[in-house]
């Protein structure tokens, strides 16, 4: 279920609570630039997330270095976690965020797309074919026990023209939290 690498993704657009970088309402044709883009389902409270924030942040500033778009998406139910809310999105995205920090309120674009956990990344070429779906590195929580740098990797061999060496990592965070 979802999007696997090889597979082209659906668009979408959602509304946007880091208004400053994208505007109110932000489409997925608007991030996928020539050389592609990287999707990021996130959240506000998950400590994997709040682990990988600076990462996170470093991986979109990379992205635009590279030529390629960037956005996260919060599909979490925000009545049963609060904090996942637009509201406090907004507020964590006022403390500074170099990308759009998208709300996905119906939760049908991580339906769709078959996000798992926060954080999970897709990466994707410039015609929005998936190159590499998974985690970050291999220790959200703490960056001082990373080994590995899977997206970077990934986001470096797209940027050359390359296949990424891994297409496809498990993630690593908290489930999403489904409205059911």
């Given at each position: 279920m979802g999007y696997e690498p090889g597979d082209k993704v659906s668009g979408f657009s959602l509304a946007n609570a880091n208004s400053e970088v994208g505007g109110e309402v932000v489409d997925f044709d608007n991030i996928l630039t020539d050389i592609?883009?990287?999707?990021?389902?996130?959240?506000n409270h998950c400590p994997y997330v709040v682990g990988s924030f600076d990462r996170i942040d470093r991986a979109a500033m990379k992205a635009a270095e590279l030529g390629m778009g960037f956005v996260g998406i919060n599909s979490n139910d925000p009545e049963k976690y609060v904090e996942d809310s637009f509201e406090n999105m907004v507020k964590r995205a006022n403390k500074g965020m170099p990308y759009a920090y998208l709300h996905d309120d119906s939760q049908e674009v991580a339906n769709t797309w078959g996000a798992e956990r926060t954080p999970e990344f897709y990466l994707m070429d410039g015609q929005g074919v998936v190159?590499?779906?998974?985690?970050?590195?291999?220790?959200?929580?703490?960056?001082?026990?990373a080994t590995t740098s899977d997206l970077s990797d990934a986001m470096d061999s797209l940027s050359m023209g390359d296949s990424p060496p891994v297409a496809r990592t498990q993630s690593i965070g908290c489930s999403v939290k489904w409205k059911y």
């Open positions: 592609g883009a990287v999707v990021v389902f996130e959240c190159v590499y779906r998974g985690r970050l590195d291999n220790s959200p929580k703490n960056p001082m026990e």
